[in-house]
């Protein structure tokens, strides 16, 4: 099934238009989040909450992402060496391949992993002050990167859903172990 749907994405959506727009948003995709830093910033310094602006909060955010992208790599490189999965664009002949196929193994996927983990706390921390609408941006920028690795042929599809669910775990909780800890240290400021 992994391997029909991988030939659907890949043979049966090719297009000259994904054939442009896919490998230039798997090489610099993450660049167009940007933008949203920039409205998060922008908004984080139009909103107030009761201790002040959420300014800091949106740098908060951003440095909590960044360091989920740096856990989301370890967990990829031991993930990818123990799972040891060779990549469709090494084992299928009929692979339709974009660009040069990666040496490094396929399970999970590294650009899954990394959008998500970077994504998800952009999305949770920033609930407060950006409406849910602004925030889908970094999931559906996340998930174009992760789908463009299936397009290219050097994914599998479950290689980049279980990247997606690695990247967004490790998102998620950090975002969530920042808050217990802030919410812990305000009520013992109170105390």
């Excluded at 029909?4 to 167009?32: E, K, R, W």
């Excluded at 970094?138 to 669910?165: E, K, M, T, W």
Aim: glycine share 6%.
């Amino acid at each position: 099934m992994d391997t029909q749907l991988l030939f659907l994405i890949n043979h049966g959506s090719a297009n000259a238009l994904f054939d442009v727009l896919m490998p230039a948003l798997s090489a610099q995709g993450y660049l167009l989040v940007l933008p949203f830093l920039f409205f998060m910033i922008t908004q984080g310094m139009r909103r107030d909450n009761a201790r002040g602006s959420y300014l800091a909060m949106a740098f908060l955010t951003f440095l909590i992402a960044c360091v989920a992208v740096y856990l989301s790599g370890w967990v990829e490189d031991w993930m990818k060496t123990g799972v040891a999965r060779i990549r469709p664009c090494r084992s299928l002949h009929e692979i339709r391949l974009l660009l040069p196929c990666p040496k490094s193994y396929s399970m999970p996927s590294g650009h899954a992993i990394s959008s998500f983990a970077f994504a998800a706390p952009l999305v949770y921390l920033t609930r407060h002050y950006i409406t849910p609408a602004w925030r889908l941006y970094p999931l559906l920028l996340a998930a174009l990167i992760a789908f463009s690795r299936i397009y290219l042929g050097v994914h599998y599809p479950s290689d980049v859903l279980v990247g997606a669910f690695l990247g967004t775990g490790i998102g998620l909780g950090l975002s969530v172990a920042y808050e217990t800890m802030k919410k812990e240290t305000i009520m013992k400021r109170d105390e």
